[in-house]
């Protein structure tokens, strides 16, 4: 398979790389700065350098691709919000249905106020919210697209080895769910590229 891995040098996509060079597939990579790529010297690595702002470039980047992965973060910018408009946008003009973008905990459904979602009740602990508004405009944009889309929704993600075995719910966070490791988190994001389970689905995943 021939997957876009957006955000490939972060803590989460750079391990997503790693699952998919390690099973034979085909990669491209649209980073920044290539140079903060954790692999570089795969025959079936290609880098695309650019910016997901600029058209063009995730156009270019787009070729070829049959699932998108999206571990961009929100990095105090709103990169986020202003980017995924021009992926789905290349996203459908060059035919690829699939994305699995990587959220977080506050864009799931509260327990406590089921009209709300986490970061919006009292069901988070956090006091800033901008992160969490950046990825709710993600989902709203993802949920009018017509895509093939899932969005894995970690809550607090420490560094950690994978374990390979955490819960995961779909729209809610999984009860008393703490924390999931980056590599777990990787593992989740990983899957679903080769499923359907969990279409136009926020999952929550928690050990």
Not at 48 to 74: K, P, R, Y
């Amino acid at each position: 398979m021939n997957l876009l891995i957006l955000g490939a040098t972060g803590r989460v996509g750079s391990e997503v790389l790693r699952h998919a060079l390690r099973d034979g597939h085909q990669v491209t990579a649209f980073v920044r700065n290539p140079d903060k790529l954790a692999v570089t010297d795969q025959d079936r690595l290609m880098v695309a350098v650019g910016n997901v702002l600029n058209a063009a470039d995730v156009e270019t980047a787009m070729q070829g691709a049959e699932v998108v992965v999206s571990a961009l973060s929100t990095d105090g910018t709103d990169t986020l919000s202003q980017g995924m408009p021009l992926v789905i946008a290349a996203m459908k003009k060059t035919g690829v249905s699939r994305i699995v973008t990587v959220g977080t905990a506050g864009i799931l459904q509260s327990r406590v106020s089921p009209d709300l979602l986490r970061y919006q009740s009292s069901e988070s602990k956090r006091t800033l919210t901008r992160a969490a508004q950046e990825h709710h405009q993600v989902y709203t944009l993802l949920e009018q697209s017509g895509l093939d889309w899932t969005i894995v929704c970690p809550t607090y993600l420490p560094d950690g080895e994978r374990l390979g075995s955490y819960r995961v719910e779909a729209h809610y966070l999984p009860e008393n769910g703490t924390q999931i490791s980056v590599a777990d988190t990787a593992d989740c994001v990983y899957r679903q590229v080769f499923s359907r389970e969990h279409l136009h689905t926020r999952l929550g995943i928690a050990y």
